[in-house]
């Protein structure tokens, strides 16, 4: 009922920059929160970044000052800018919606398909 579309995913040298998007279209009502997460290789999916209608934002202590969550309600798109990568950072990036949808006026949950971003050091 809801498809999202990730991209901006790469290679980039530790210290670079990258900016992942995710879109989301389909049987939409509202979007409530918006966020991205990740998972590296033998670890647990872990929070990276999390945005609420509203725009308040929390981010894991890893990333702040050098992740920042937005999005664009107009094009139901959330975006993660990705600021002095580190190798640590290397993982699958999965963004993640809470919809309310239009068939049921009920909120559900939506995972991307996954993105790599590999960090080289």
């Known amino acids: 009922q809801v498809q999202l579309v990730e991209s901006g995913g790469g290679l980039v040298q530790a210290g670079g920059s990258l900016r992942l998007s995710c879109a989301a279209s389909g049987s939409i009502f509202k979007i409530n929160a918006m966020g991205w997460y990740r998972q590296a290789p033998g670890k647990q999916r872990e929070l990276v970044a999390v945005?609420?209608?509203?725009?308040?934002?929390n981010y894991a202590d890893s990333v702040k000052g050098r992740f920042t969550i937005s999005r664009d309600n107009a094009k139901n798109t959330v975006y993660l800018q990705m600021n002095s990568l580190k190798p640590e950072d290397t993982a699958v990036y999965y963004c993640?919606?809470?919809?309310?949808?239009?068939?049921?006026?009920?909120?559900?949950?939506?995972w991307g398909q996954g993105t790599q971003v590999t960090v080289s050091s």
């Open positions: 993640k919606v809470w919809v309310v949808l239009t068939t049921t006026l009920q909120v559900d949950d939506y």
């Open positions: 945005i609420t209608t509203g725009g308040t934002t």
